[in-house]
């Protein structure tokens, strides 16, 4: 994209863009990105001489991964890995042109092992922390580029997967927040339900304040991520798991760009539009509701 004239000053949009504390207008106006400008790189265990964003032609990226069914009737699946850049203008954001495909994770069911797949990506994104050599067509310079993940985004299960947490039907279910899931005393099934309030609920009396959830940290994430991981038992292992909803380590955890949970939202179009809106190849939903909305007026993953 740098030695493309006309990509290289759309991608000077980053570097121009004024925040206006009052307004979010882009990525760039979120305490995320804020907080990674005053932030030194660390890879591994080394503190690099070289913070976030220092540098103008610093490339913001965002990753998103999701399960499509490739055939109509069947059930099988495959998983496309995608980046985006932030540095081109929002608009352009999203562009099919636009997104840099990394790869597709076969199928046909859900990747058991979701980090096999993503290694040969998080090597390339630590090596761009570092910085490699690159043209600039502007300055017909060489120079040293640095790319950051700061966001990944998808629906639950993709998420889940990425973050290595045990998703929705765990006990604890929220990669944003330590809720626990209860049973419902009257059904003999296991599945989990997270009410905010517990009365008439045998397992647990506790009351959660919608405005006051008991929000999971970067620190207290990795710290149970650790203990999961390096759990000295099976049954440790199981019992931690559980206690904490998550699975082991990400390695997503080793780019020091992310900070779990915050970089990893649920994205927009899974939060509100999925439903909402007619796919391409449907007739229109008959509800008077959904005819205002169409997809031509929303940002795709907006
Ligand atoms: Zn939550």
Avoid at 201 to 207: A, K, L, V, Y
Avoid at 257 to 268: A, I, K
């Amino acid at each position: 994209m740098l030695v493309s004239t006309s990509y290289a000053t759309k991608m000077q949009y980053q570097s121009k863009h004024k925040a206006d504390p009052t307004k979010i207008t882009d990525i760039f106006d979120g305490t995320h990105y804020h907080s990674l400008q005053e932030m030194f790189i660390t890879i591994g265990a080394e503190e690099l001489p070289t913070w976030c964003f220092s540098d103008p032609c610093n490339i913001a990226l965002g990753l998103s991964a999701d399960g499509f069914g490739p055939f109509k009737h069947r059930t099988k699946t495959a998983w496309p890995i995608i980046l985006f850049n932030y540095n081109l203008p929002p608009k352009e954001h999203f562009l099919k042109q636009n997104i840099i495909s990394i790869g597709v994770v076969p199928g046909p069911k859900k990747p058991c092992d979701f980090n096999s797949f993503l290694w040969p990506l998080v090597q390339e994104l630590l090596w761009l922390e570092i910085g490699v050599s690159a043209f600039d067509v502007i300055t017909k310079d060489i120079f040293f580029l640095h790319a950051y993940l700061i966001i990944v985004f998808g629906d639950i299960p993709a998420i889940s997967m990425m973050m290595c947490i045990k998703g929705h039907n765990a006990i604890s279910p929220c990669c944003m927040c330590t809720i626990k899931g209860v049973h419902i005393p009257s059904l003999q099934v296991m599945t989990h339900y997270v009410p905010l309030c517990r009365n008439g609920f045998p397992d647990s009396q506790e009351q959660y304040n919608p405005c006051a959830f008991p929000l999971r940290n970067h620190t207290s994430f990795m710290e149970q991520a650790m203990e999961v991981q390096y759990a000295p038992t099976n049954v440790d292992y199981e019992g931690l798991a559980t206690k904490y909803g998550i699975k082991g380590l990400p390695l997503l955890s080793t780019l020091s760009s992310l900070s779990f949970p915050v970089s990893f939202p649920y994205n927009f179009m899974h939060l509100i539009w999925t439903n909402l809106i007619p796919n391409q190849n449907q007739p229109p939903h008959p509800s008077p509701r959904c005819h205002k909305i169409t997809s031509r007026n929303i940002p795709p993953f907006g």
